[in-house]
């Protein structure tokens, strides 16, 4: 998110915005974790729409179904789809089971919910954007679940806000920013791991190690911290470092890295 680069690269921020520079795209691209990523996750917001309760007998087919249509439209090169399809088709049954593990509490599912444009705090700046899915619960509560085809970020990084996006997500939930929902409280925040081999695995980003923080006090620490920010990035003495909070030391895959000489 735009948010997380301007903690970790405030440099890519600088050159993509301010010097309008668009990152180069490579001259041979193939399909890879990205384009699995953004297939995956419209099959998901495809099934979503569709089917109301997980547990009708019909959604793992119907799972399949929405697959089979999305593959259809992504034309993938055929080494590729013949790759994605089988990790699909694990990940479907497994998916299903998740689904039915949690639909007992789950009022309604909204699939790519949209936060309308929230002016964050004093800073003359607004904060929009998607979420996964928002799953609505009883008693003014809600979970916002976040679907991942790869490893990062971790929950660690999430829980201590260095990727702030999920965080920040229930702080415009409580803000009452996805309309049609109304303002609801974060009761749980959480990746769920659409991993290779077929496993779906839910992580939390509220409960890692030591003492877990509760949906509310995280995502307005995720605020605080966001106010903070842009009053620093509102001083014009303030530069754009580049690689200010890298993943990791030795990384230099940044879209701006050559350009800020990071080697």
Do not use: C
């Not at 699909?88 to 689904?99: D, N, P, V």
């Not at 009761?187 to 991993?195: D, G, I």
């Amino acid at each position: 998110t735009e948010i997380e680069t301007l903690r970790r690269d405030p440099y890519a921020i600088y050159a993509r915005r301010i010097l309008d520079l668009a990152p180069l795209d490579p001259l041979v691209r193939d399909p890879g974790a990205a384009e699995r990523g953004t297939l995956f996750h419209k099959i998901l917001h495809r099934f979503s729409e569709t089917v109301a309760d997980p547990r009708n007998e019909e959604a793992y087919g119907l799972l399949i179904d929405a697959g089979r249509e999305s593959f259809a439209e992504a034309a993938l090169p055929e080494d590729v789809a013949a790759i994605w399809w089988p990790r699909f088709m694990k990940m479907a049954a497994e998916f299903i089971a998740w689904e039915r593990s949690r639909a007992v509490n789950v009022v309604s599912r909204h699939p790519e919910a949209r936060a309308e444009a929230t002016l964050v705090g004093g800073s003359g700046v607004t904060l929009s954007g998607y979420a996964d899915r928002i799953d609505l619960l009883p008693a003014g509560m809600a979970d916002i679940i976040d679907y991942k085809t790869g490893s990062s970020p971790s929950k660690m990084q999430a829980h201590t806000l260095l990727a702030p996006q999920l965080a920040l997500e229930g702080a415009l939930l409580q803000r009452g920013a996805f309309q049609e929902l109304g303002s609801r409280t974060p009761a749980e925040l959480a990746f769920v791991r659409l991993k290779a081999n077929g496993l779906v695995l839910e992580e939390s980003i509220l409960r890692v190690n030591g003492t877990p923080k509760s949906g509310p006090v995280l995502s307005e620490e995720a605020w605080e911290r966001l106010e903070a920010l842009l009053d620093h990035y509102n001083n014009l003495e303030a530069g754009y470092l580049s690689r200010a909070l890298p993943f990791r030391e030795g990384e230099t895959d940044g879209d701006y890295d050559h350009l800020a000489r990071v080697l």
